[in-house]
């Protein structure tokens, strides 16, 4: 374990295809922004390749979050996040094509994703690293450095707030 | 609260079948469900992995592995060049483009002082213009035409023409240069004049002339005879077409000629002052007449 370094290239590139992704994914739920979200995961993983010497491989991937994090942060400008569905994407009740039952369901998914975007940036990366990425609360709360408890907390804070939103209560 | 882990459990996909059976019980279940099924199907910008990696290994290449990696902002970028170019520009002309020129018209002749206050004194129809920040460490200026220098005591003083150049210390000289024409008279000390990478020292006195790219041998003049500046040219064995030439600087006519020999050798002088007196004072020793119509003069061969 010890003499896998980071600054080995091999370890490198496995490290990065691996998490590249779900780095990527990680700020666009912080920022929603598309355009931005891979160049911030990119420079992440520069600055890991640039600190390779002082980065344990078993602690990389949280510090990879951290950095895109921060590097979020800096960002001077923080629009608001706008999130869409990907095309062709199934309704919960395939069978169900009646045009009463897709008008609501299209009308539920927008009210939805305007829930999201309305989230605080901390439920909402729980929320969609959980939803999206099928990540398990304790997997996030060792990328987020945050106790499981915190995590399933700001879940269901999420849970809350969209459900709330959505029925209009 | 039982409610609320049970859902908790089932977004985290440990829920048992019993759990699951309980839960769908719920009646804000289907909501729920429809959260979780909907919220899944939010799109992510998709990685090219392959291709983000040969970028990332491009942009940490060019970086030194130590050097700090800046990302270019590129509109910032254009902002601060565009910034860049301006000042470097108004600099440019406020601080450097500094050329002074002197010019005269046709029948003009212009008296100034150069800032170390060397005399110039402007023949009709030529120009001069030199470099007035550089002029303490460089006494360079450049002349179209002709002109007479009075050089104070100093750095090489050099008069660029485009055919040759003219160096002194400090002296009273008169450069000429027309078409095809160049003349250098010395009038006091000794200047030195460039032709084609050849060096030619003239003292007090000579002249160093070159007509049509042939140099004339040296020539003596009298230097009390300071013609243009005394409002009349002299010419000594000079081909018509430069006197003419000249009387067209002075006085602001075109001259044409009939049946006349322009290589003709004239040796005298005419006026400033009074363009008749002058036109006579050419043609009468060369048997010729002329006729002023306008501003256009002929002259003619009244032999033929």
């Not at chain 2, 804000?28 to 899944?40: D, R, V, W």
């Not at chain 2, 254009?78 to 860049?84: Q, R, T, V």
């Amino acid at each position: 374990m010890t003499d896998k370094s980071l600054c080995d290239e091999m370890y490198f590139n496995e490290f990065y295809t691996s998490h590249i992704q779900s780095a990527s994914n990680f700020a666009y739920f912080k920022s929603g922004d598309k355009s931005t979200s891979l160049d911030l995961a990119q420079e992440a993983f520069i600055k890991i390749w640039e600190n390779c010497a002082k980065i344990e491989l078993s602690k990389a991937k949280s510090y990879l979050f951290t950095v895109v994090n921060n590097l979020f942060l800096n960002l001077v400008k923080h629009d608001k996040v706008v999130f869409e569905y990907a095309k062709s994407s199934p309704y919960l009740d395939v069978d169900n094509q009646s045009p009463d039952y897709l008008l609501e369901e299209e009308e539920f998914k927008d009210k939805l994703k305007n829930a999201i975007a309305d989230l605080t940036e901390g439920e909402r990366e729980v929320f969609l690293m959980n939803r999206i990425d099928g990540k398990k609360y304790r997997e996030i709360a060792e990328i987020l450095e945050i106790s499981q408890k915190a995590v399933e907390k700001r879940m269901s804070s999420a849970l809350k707030k969209l459900r709330a939103k959505i029925d209009g209560i | 609260m039982k409610e609320k882990n049970d859902i908790l459990k089932w977004l985290n996909r440990e829920t048992s079948d019993e759990e699951l059976l309980r839960l769908k019980e719920t009646n804000n279940f289907k909501t729920l469900e429809k959260i979780a099924h909907y919220s899944a199907q939010i799109e992510t910008p998709k990685v090219d992995i392959k291709e983000a990696l040969a970028a990332l290994k491009i942009k940490t290449q060019n970086s030194s592995k130590k050097g700090k990696f800046v990302q270019f902002n590129f509109k910032q970028l254009y902002k601060y060049a565009a910034a860049i170019v301006v000042l470097v520009a108004t600099s440019y002309f406020l601080l450097f483009n500094n050329t002074s020129s002197f010019k005269t018209k046709f029948a003009q002749t212009k008296t100034f002082n150069l800032p170390d206050n060397s005399e110039v004194i402007l023949n009709a129809n030529s120009e001069i213009s030199y470099a007035e920040k550089d002029w303490k460490t460089n006494r360079n200026l450049n002349l179209k035409g002709e002109a007479y220098f009075k050089v104070q005591k100093g750095k090489k003083f050099t008069v660029n023409t485009e055919i040759g150049q003219v160096t002194v210390l400090g002296t009273q000289f008169n450069v000429k240069k027309r078409a095809n024409y160049f003349e250098v008279k010395t009038f006091e000390g000794l200047v030195s004049v460039t032709y084609k990478n050849k060096e030619v020292k003239l003292p007090r006195g000579t002249i160093f002339k070159v007509v049509n790219g042939v140099i004339d041998a040296t020539n003596t003049f009298d230097v009390n005879e300071k013609s243009w500046l005394q409002k009349e040219s002299n010419f000594k064995s000079i081909a018509l077409r430069f006197v003419l030439a000249e009387i067209e600087n002075q006085f602001e006519y075109t001259i044409e000629t009939k049946d006349v020999d322009l290589d003709i050798l004239y040796s005298g002088g005419f006026t400033h002052t009074d363009i008749n007196i002058a036109l006579q004072s050419i043609t009468i020793p060369l048997q010729l007449s002329y006729k002023i119509d306008g501003k256009k003069i002929t002259i003619y061969n009244y032999g033929k």
